[in-house]
């Protein structure tokens, strides 16, 4: 059965510095990989979205990039942390794009940038 | 005004009784809505996703019904258990533009009271 692994679980770190968080799905080949953010009142937003190794979709301009250096991973980077970047991160995958199906998520990051 | 309105924000009821959760949206045309559970501090979990052809969809004591006329839907529990406690999401996947997206409800918070 497939499985979708992200960590860590909680994270506080000062502005400023780096950020890295890492995703990684089992039991699947070739997912559809997605990072979300989820913010205290407000809905789900999209920020990264990977087809395939190699290739990243931002949805918004923002402080942060992601990778995906293998195929069943998907990684959340900062250079330099803003207080604005603080929020619940959450990673997910699906076999086809996720607005046509089934989509499955990670337990989420909290980020605390202090 | 988000494109998806979820009513009530919240709601409390006692162990056992039955509660119909709301979603409203404004988004045409739509390729699928779903509802997601989300439990404090973890990732959201899917319990339906409905076409624009299906009308109702259960799964276990969670039952989804579906009005394309109205664009409403509802998400019906019966006999909740203290487990049912959570945050219920309604998201559709709507066409914007050439592209499809997911727009996400902000969610009803469900307490369930021994």
């Known amino acids: 059965s497939q499985t979708i692994h992200q960590w860590p679980a909680t994270l506080v770190q000062p502005v400023g510095s780096p950020l890295s968080l890492e995703c990684t799905v089992e039991?699947?080949?070739?997912?559809?990989l997605y990072w979300y953010r989820q913010a205290a009142g407000r809905g789900l937003q999209l920020l990264f979205y990977s087809v395939g190794i190699g290739q990243i979709s931002s949805e918004v301009p923002q402080n942060l990039s992601a990778s995906r250096p293998q195929d069943r991973q998907f990684i959340l980077s900062s250079k330099k942390l803003l207080l604005s970047d603080s929020g619940f991160y959450l990673c997910a995958w699906s076999v086809h794009p996720i607005e046509d199906t089934e989509a499955f998520f990670g337990q989420g990051t909290r980020l605390t940038v202090v | 005004k988000n494109q998806v309105e979820q009513s009530p924000q919240s709601l409390i009821i006692l162990e056992g009784k039955n509660c119909t959760l709301q979603?409203?949206?404004?988004?045409?045309?739509?390729?699928?809505l779903r509802w997601y559970k989300q439990d404090t501090g973890r990732g959201p979990v899917s319990l339906t996703i409905m076409t624009f052809s299906e009308n109702t969809k259960s799964n276990g004591r969670y039952t989804a019904t579906l009005d394309a006329d109205t664009k409403q839907s509802s998400l019906h529990i019966t006999a909740s258990q203290l487990s049912d406690s959570a945050s219920y999401i309604c998201v559709v996947s709507a066409f914007a533009g050439n592209n499809r997206k997911l727009i996400w409800g902000l969610g009803t918070s469900l307490a369930v009271n021994p």
């Open positions: 039991g699947t080949s070739n997912p559809n």
């Open positions: 979603c409203n949206y404004t988004v045409s045309p739509f390729s699928n």
